[in-house]
């Protein structure tokens, strides 16, 4: 049996049950696989939760989150809250989330995500699971959200695009924070400077396949795979070596999420 500690990374962002791999899914999964890569597979209504355990359930070195991302705000419901805490209670479930808040597309109401948000963070209390977060050009309300119930918090900032001082107050808060492909861009030097101050215990590496693929492959479809880029960058940044940066976010991966 694969053990968690076995694997080289975790890519703990993606979405493996995206149409986008409808025609090779085995293949990204078995390339992952091959690498020794381990997912976490993360969902953004209530279909896509039950796909992301479905797929976590027949894979042993694939993981569930399940949530309502802000877009899809405005069909979180009683319905869609009783639907979410029933697949908690399936032990591939290892977090809430896709959750947050979008003010940059707006496709659902603010006041809907607001409310989403809220509900999902107060269910994440209740199964003991931590959150999954993604942030949009929302921080100001976001971080009034997480202060008004209050900390510290169990849980990763989904694809972290902030300077360093957005980093600490995310960790003062006991965040971890998510690194993917936008590192590895040219333009986000802000972002490496934060990565530099973050401490390695505090990152996660994620990819958030099948989008924001990083460099060398920028431009095409993302898959887990690709994480070790992702962990290379993060080790150049550090001026370490790069396995140094996969036994610690892997251990981070394993803690947080009780991989």
């Known amino acids: 049996m694969l053990m968690a500690e076995s694997l080289t990374l975790i890519d703990t962002h993606a979405h ?11 293949a990204v999964i078995a390339r992952a696989f091959t690498a020794s890569i381990g997912v976490i597979t ?4 209530l279909p896509s939760s039950e796909a992301a355990v479905t797929l976590a359930k027949r894979h042993r070195f694939i993981w569930a989150g399940v949530g309502v991302h802000p877009h899809e705000a405005k069909t979180f419901d009683g319905k869609g809250r009783k639907g979410l805490e029933e697949l908690t209670k399936n032990e591939k479930v290892v977090a809430i989330g896709e959750i947050g808040l979008d003010y940059y597309r707006d496709l659902s109401p603010r006041k809907a995500q607001r409310h989403a948000f809220r509900e999902q963070l107060t269910l994440a209390r209740r199964v003991k699971l931590p959150v999954i977060i993604h942030n949009r050009e929302s921080t100001n309300d976001l971080l009034g959200i997480l202060n008004d119930l209050s900390s510290p918090y ?3 900032i989904h694809s972290f695009l902030g300077d360093a001082s957005l980093a ?3 960790l003062a808060l006991g965040f971890h924070l998510g690194i993917g492909g936008p590192v590895t861009f040219k333009q986000n030097e802000t ?3 934060a990565v530099n101050e ?3 215990e505090r990152i996660l590496v994620e990819t958030d396949s099948p989008y924001l693929t990083p460099l060398p492959h ?8 690709y994480v070790r880029y992702v962990a290379e960058t993060v080790a150049r940044i550090k001026e370490i070596p790069v396995g140094e940066v996969e036994k610690q976010t892997t251990k981070n991966a394993i803690d947080l999420f009780s991989l």
């Open 168 to 170: 600490k107050e995310f």
């Open 198 to 200: 973050i401490p390695l």
């Open 16 to 26: 493996l049950d995206s149409s986008d791999y409808n025609a090779d899914r085995a």
């Open 154 to 156: 169990r849980g990763v």
């Open 218 to 225: 920028r431009g095409k479809r993302n898959e887990p795979a």
């Open 191 to 193: 972002l490496r400077e």
């Open 42 to 45: 993360v969902g953004v209504d």
